[in-house]
């Protein structure tokens, strides 16, 4: 061996315990920053979730931890008419609930990009407004309007078109989609923001080029704009979707689950069945449902992004 | 020299760019109306008699205005005291969970270690479990040890909050590393580097997560409703949904309203004074994701 390559090895073994130094430090260091949130979602998140799955496993009351009965309270579940009801509900909320306030929010994002308009700034904060407040207020303002003893949608439905007794959120048919509107109504403000900041990051010189070639309004929204906004809306529709699943504010204020059942949603019964009932097990069976479902959801999310991820790469 | 032709294809161009400029004022501010027309029922009805929301046809301006629903409402609830637990509660939450998020998220975007990849991926993961999912067990975790109806019962929980790491750890990315090596050729540690480097120049951000944090847990309705059992102990939030019974008919609508106006009040004002930076903070972090 020379000289060189003995030195050469040397440093190679130096630089590989430096390394090894430097790791552990690293190491040291990340789990002192993450130390604090690590614990509280260990505690808080990790435990409770593995938690909830055995108590559905068991037959226990809110007082008294109850013995292991294997999958009963699913069986039970799964055999129960209501239960389906109530993810029937859950499913028509967030299919309807999610594409409504992507499309609105979409919508008044592309008016208030165009150019010449003024006063963007005004109504940005307008429609932000009601993101602000609570869906508490937002449901008694609105559960005022649509009382149909004094409201005065019901009273001016009656004066305009002749509809008597308008009943919204009391009519089992048109209980969910009055939810849903409401909740539109409270957050499109936000996800009309995240689009206006979507649509800011498109390349104005496509646009441009586009117009030199001849293309009209419409051919460049959908050549140009909408690829543009692709991110965007994966983003908006999955945390649409997943939120949808957690709606309970609403349904709390506005009908308690009625009428009929009719806008019980699954988070609206878990809590019925524990907080209400005391039947832990119960309601612990039909959250893991919930999880279930919800990550499904983000499942399907994850592989049609990568599935476009390659098919673009491929491209 | 230009044609005829153009003359007349600039002005019909011209004229529909004005048609549509008024027809989207015009969209614009049907929905303002339709926003803001709520808002404005809430602030009206609070101030309106008791009889006279409970009168066909309601009407929107009533004829006499009056402050009896909010003396109505100081005494049915001890509002001051849940405004108190709330302001508490969110702002106590908001203190720890920015700090403890920004913590982490350096960690995670600015140290390299092993598992990194692993463990920011399994937060992720634990953003799809649904809260409600969870309240069971934490409940009597928190019931085992006392803290139901306490308020580090209430605050500790909620101390850090995956969807804040996530948010704050995609904009740390995108400061550049070259800054925290200079810093540590300087002798910086750590705790300095991320102290006095990446928390200044992530203000955007911070704001952005502070506001969440604030108008989530101050507005929160199933958390503290269901972590409290005394009208003593619960936010102002809670409160207010006691007081609408809710779903029954019964509703005592002017006094609810005064309610109402009064918790959206504190956060409101805040919002009008940060609303700019806040409303651009969120179109510059909230879609990195």
Redesign the interface.
Known sequence: MSAQEKDATFNNAELKKNRSVI?RR??I???A??A???I??T???????I??FI?SLTDSTINMAGPFVGFKNYQELFTSADFWTDVRNTVFYAVLYAPLVTIFALC?AL??N?K??HGV?F????????Y???????A??????L?P????IP?WANRLFGIKNLDLLGTSSTAMITIVLITV?KNF??FM??F???L?GIDQSLYEAASLDGANAWQKFWHITLPGLR??FN?IIIFGL?GS??V??QV?????G?PDRQTETL?YR??TE??GNGR?SY??AI??V??IM??I??LIQLITDQRREKSELGR | MESEKDVIDRRRIHRRRIWGNILTYLILVIVTLLILFPLFIVIITSFTPERLTEQWPPKIIPQRFTIANYVSLFQRLPVMREIGNAALFAIAVTIFSVFFDACAAYALSHIDFRGRGFLLGLMIATMMIPAMALLIPVYRLLASIGLVNSYWGIIIPRMADVGGIFLMRQFFVSLPRELDEAARIDGCGEFRIFWSIILPNSKSVLLVITMFNLLGNWNDLLWPLIMTSTPEERTITVGLAMLTGHGSSVTPYGVVMAGALISALPLTIVFFFVQKSFVQGIAMTGMKG
């Open positions: 790791d690293n190491t260091h990340a789990l920053f993450l604090p949130a690590l509280i979602i505690v808080f998140i990790f435990y409770p979730a938690k909830t108590n008044l008016l208030l165009r010449n308009i700034g109504f940005r904060t307008v429609m932000f407004l009601p602000i407040i609570s869906m508490t207020v937002a008694i303002a609105w559960s005022f309007l009382n003893a004094v409201g005065i009273y109504w403000g936000y923001v995240i206006l900041a979507g800011q991110p965007t983003y997943i699943f957690q309970f504010d709390f204020i506005l009908t308690s009625g988070v878990i809590y524990a907080f832990i309601a612990s959250s893991y919930l999880l919800t990550l959801l983000g």
